[in-house]
């Protein structure tokens, strides 16, 4: 797929999601081997907690980025986060990215 559509669209969902204190926004960065989840603070500019699959050895790509999904839960309702705003970065929900919001349910967090 192109990466300038997935940037258009990303602007597009960007214009209508926004992290605050209360509910920060959950973004996902999908590359070709890996894939990085972050909660941000959008008001402050500040991420607030990151995962990422560079550590697990799990054998897919979609078992990877459920973990990611469970471990990025874990760290944030340490620090008290319970909701979110999910930003699918542009990409569609389905796949990896279906799989890592699969996770952060489990794991606890609500969106």
Same mark, same amino acid.
């Given at each position: 797929?192109?990466?300038?559509?997935?940037?258009?669209?990303?602007?597009?969902?960007?214009? +209508?999601?926004?992290?605050?204190?209360?509910?920060?926004?959950?973004?996902?960065?999908?590359?070709?081997?890996?894939?990085?989840?972050?909660?941000?603070?959008?008001?402050?500019?500040?991420?607030?907690?990151?995962?990422?699959?560079?550590?697990?050895?799990?054998?897919?790509?979609?078992?990877?980025? @459920?973990?990611?999904?469970?471990?990025?839960?874990? +760290?944030?309702? +340490?620090?008290?986060?319970?909701?979110?705003?999910?930003?699918?970065?542009? @990409?569609? @929900?389905?796949?990896?990215?279906?799989?890592?919001?699969?996770?952060?349910?489990?794991?606890?967090?609500?969106?």
């Amino acid at each position: 797929m192109n990466k300038s559509l997935r940037v258009k669209r990303h602007k597009k969902i960007r214009k +209508k999601i926004m992290g605050t204190k209360d509910r920060p926004r959950l973004s996902v960065f999908r590359s070709g081997k890996h894939i990085f989840a972050q909660i941000i603070n959008d008001a402050e500019s500040k991420t607030l907690v990151s995962a990422s699959d560079l550590n697990l050895d799990k054998s897919t790509k979609s078992q990877k980025a @459920y973990e990611v999904g469970k471990k990025l839960a874990e +760290k944030a309702l +340490k620090k008290k986060i319970k909701a979110v705003v999910f930003d699918r970065g542009g @990409y569609l @929900y389905h796949g990896r990215v279906l799989e890592l919001a699969k996770g952060v349910r489990e794991g606890g967090l609500e969106f």
